[in-house]
């Protein structure tokens, strides 16, 4: 009984690793080309504003103002966020990460402020799984309360 049971936790132990090293890996798909983020796999794991489909859409973040003061205060508005680090800020464009605190899963947020258009487009998506018990969703909404509060 006790051999089993050292396989079992050898195999849960291995099982965390590998999506630990899977999580880590940040996704070849980030960045704005031509406007636009990436599509949204058909997994209900992502969100974005430039989505078409109900199953992944989201309003985009109404903003105004200059560029830099605008997306420092989406900066700050995001690091207020449990387990939110930014990893990149340059010019309209930001990309931050999140960690889940138990299984320590990444899921990559992307914004991308369009001045002429006073909006701040938004893309949130899980860096492995298939379904997110629509955690990306949820952060976006609650992204939209902290920065609409500080702005």
Known sequence: ?????????????????FISACSASKPKNLGIKNGKFATCPKSPNCVSSQAIDDEHK????????????VMKTLAES????????????????????????????????????????????????????????SANRNRIKKMRIIFEKIQ
């Open 1 to 17: 009984m006790t051999y089993k049971l050292i396989i079992l936790c050898g195999l849960v132990l291995l099982a965390t690793l």
């Open 58 to 69: 989201v309003a985009p973040l109404k903003a105004h103002g200059d560029i830099e003061i």
């Open 78 to 133: 995001i690091e207020q966020m449990s387990g939110a680090k930014v990893v990149q800020r340059e010019g309209p464009y930001l990309h931050a990460e999140f960690t889940s605190s138990i299984m320590k899963f990444v899921d990559d947020l992307e914004c991308f402020y369009e001045e002429d258009k006073s909006e701040i487009q938004i893309r949130s998506a899980s860096r492995i799984g298939y379904s997110d018990f």
